[in-house]
């Protein structure tokens, strides 16, 4: 091992919740570092977003590309590569995070150190999630949205726009997809008792299905949707602090359920009554479900995609022609850059990164993707029946 690695490794870490240990990306910086600067706003600022991206082995590009295209200096920015990860492609992930001017100098990007294993069909997903929504509030509390994102995920909309659009959405609403009326298969999922070995065993081992069926819960209501979510900061501080002893009740159900990151959020939101009005059924992402060979790549499919009225596409291989398609047309992001906003103070030409100069970050200048997405919000919003649960009335 190297005597630089060697440093590297022996530097102080910063502990935060759940045994979760960032590594000290201020140490891989060697540039000349430019504050950040601060500015006084009469106005009202946007809200902040606390993203936990997440990959597997072989993903530190990707998510790097996913960092770089969903980046304001506004938000937080929480990355993870699980433990089919080597401790080198996580160390690579950091370096390229800690080379960035604008990410040293905002403070706003972390990668996680100590990985989790996981195992998609189990609980241990769940467990992730959870593991990254309590280290970005010990992070940071000053945030409003958490939102969770995989490497194959991508932004089909500028951050000056969402960040607006969000400016003028109540901060009390939560994303979430949800279904009552469970299908064969997710009926199955609630019936089975799993236990998913990646709790207690790093790597090896399979997941562990009961002989014996349990019965559907009759002291909460079931639900099931989608993994994703974009979840208001009381409900993440709810979830994780659980003044009430629901979220651990159902965190001690989920535990032997599988794929229980797909109905965990949904159950505990929509059986919480402080949460259950302020419920909106949908995630504002598309699940791309054309993730094919990029050589039998169809344009028309991409501009299916790119029309979208969504604030994220998922299931989008690495190399297919649909990301660079995205980064031309919506964000507007030159290769090896992170996206423009309002903040962005460069020059705007082919050979000059606008975002080499930084103004205020409060400052946004959002485009006609928002208006879409606006749409979007406003009709969910509205479909929303006052005074009752829209979880309880499908």
């Given at each position: 091992m190297s005597l630089f690695l060697k440093q590297i490794l022996l530097f102080s870490l910063?502990?935060?919740?759940?045994?979760?240990?960032?590594?000290?990306?201020?140490?891989?910086?060697?540039?000349?570092?430019?504050?950040f600067p601060t500015f006084s706003n009469p106005f009202s600022p946007p809200p902040k977003i606390a993203y936990f991206i997440t990959g597997t082995k072989n993903d530190g590009p990707r998510i790097f590309r996913l960092l770089q295209a969903v980046y304001h200096p506004r938000n937080y920015y929480l990355l993870h590569l699980d433990q089919f990860a080597s401790n080198k492609q996580?160390?690579?992930?950091?370096?390229?995070?800690?080379?960035?001017?604008?990410?040293?100098a905002a403070e706003n990007v972390n990668v996680i150190e100590k990985a989790d294993a996981v195992n998609q069909e189990g609980s241990s997903p769940l467990g992730l999630v959870l593991h990254?929504?309590?280290?970005?509030?010990?992070?940071?509390?000053?945030?409003?949205?958490?939102?969770?994102l995989d490497a194959s995920d991508y932004p089909l909309i500028p951050q000056d726009?969402?960040?607006?659009?969000?400016?003028?959405?109540?901060?009390?609403?939560?994303?979430?997809?949800?279904?009552?009326?469970?299908?064969?298969?997710?009926?199955?999922?609630?019936?089975?008792?799993i236990v998913d070995s990646r709790l207690y065993i790093l790597l090896k081992g399979k997941m562990f299905v009961?002989?014996?069926?349990?019965?559907?819960?009759?002291?909460?209501?079931?639900?099931?949707?989608?993994?994703?979510?974009?979840?208001?900061?009381k409900f993440v501080e709810y979830t994780i602090q659980g003044w009430e002893n629901l979220p651990r009740l159902l965190l001690l159900y989920f535990s032997n359920t599988r794929s229980s990151h797909k109905g965990y959020f949904q159950t505990l939101a929509c059986n919480t009554k402080e949460f259950s009005d302020a419920v909106i059924n949908s995630n504002l992402r598309f699940i791309n479900s054309d993730n094919t060979n990029p050589s039998n790549f169809r344009a028309s499919n991409s501009d299916?995609?790119?029309?979208?009225?969504?604030?994220?596409?998922?299931?989008?291989?690495?190399?297919?022609?649909?990301?660079?398609?995205?980064?031309?047309?919506?964000?507007?992001?030159?290769?090896?850059?992170?996206?423009?906003?309002?903040?962005c103070l460069g020059s705007s030409n082919w050979f000059s990164d606008p975002c080499g100069e930084w103004g205020d970050p409060s400052v946004l200048r959002p485009g006609p993707a928002a208006k879409g997405l606006e749409k979007l919000i406003l009709k969910s919003i509205s479909d929303m029946s006052i005074g009752s649960s829209r979880c309880h009335h499908q």
């Open positions: 910063v502990p935060i919740s759940l045994i979760c240990l960032f590594l000290p990306l201020h140490h891989f910086h060697h540039h000349a570092q430019t504050p996580r160390l690579e992930l950091a370096l390229k995070v800690g080379s960035v001017d604008v990410f040293v990254g929504a309590a280290a970005l509030l010990r992070w940071k509390n000053d945030w409003d949205w958490f939102v969770n726009d969402f960040l607006h659009i969000l400016s003028f959405v109540p901060r009390n609403l939560n994303f979430i997809e949800y279904s009552k009326n469970t299908s064969p298969d997710e009926h199955q999922r609630a019936v089975e008792v009961g002989d014996k069926k349990r019965e559907l819960p009759s002291a909460f209501r079931f639900f099931m949707g989608s993994q994703h979510v974009i979840l208001n900061r299916r995609i790119l029309r979208r009225e969504v604030a994220f596409v998922g299931n989008i291989s690495a190399d297919s022609p649909l990301l660079d398609m995205i980064d031309a047309h919506i964000l507007n992001r030159g290769r090896g850059m992170v996206s423009p906003g309002g903040w």
